[in-house]
């Protein structure tokens, strides 16, 4: 395994988890965009208020993409392992 291949790897792999948490990450951050601004406009400065809005919506985005990033997280490792004779 040649250095690059290593980097290619590396790469790959940050990719991936970037795809992966992408779609939870960008939701969090609209929700409390949105609840920040509510909060600010409403003059309501409770910790649970901004909280709750956010959990909700992760656990729905969750529930929704579930499918399409296991199969992105078994088409990586599938991909992975079949290529274990080449880099090695």
Same mark, same amino acid.
Request: glycine share 4%; aromatic share 4%; proline share 6%.
């Given at each position: 395994?040649?250095? $690059?291949?290593?980097?290619?790897?590396?790469? *790959?792999? %940050?990719?991936?988890?970037?795809? !992966?948490?992408?779609? =939870? /990450? +960008?939701?969090?951050?609209?929700?409390?965009?949105?609840?920040?601004?509510? $909060?600010?406009?409403?003059?309501?400065?409770? *910790?649970? %208020?901004?909280?709750?809005?956010? !959990?909700?919506?992760? =656990? /729905? +985005?969750?529930?929704?993409?579930?499918?399409?990033?296991?199969?992105?997280?078994?088409?990586?490792?599938?991909?992975?392992?079949?290529?274990?004779?080449?880099?090695?």
């Amino acid at each position: 395994m040649t250095p $690059q291949d290593a980097v290619d790897l590396g790469r *790959q792999a %940050v990719t991936v988890a970037l795809m !992966l948490a992408g779609p =939870v /990450l +960008v939701t969090g951050l609209v929700v409390a965009l949105i609840v920040g601004l509510l $909060q600010a406009v409403t003059q309501i400065q409770e *910790q649970t %208020v901004s909280f709750v809005p956010k !959990l909700v919506a992760a =656990v /729905l +985005v969750l529930s929704l993409t579930l499918p399409w990033l296991l199969d992105q997280m078994v088409q990586y490792s599938r991909d992975l392992i079949v290529n274990i004779p080449n880099t090695l």
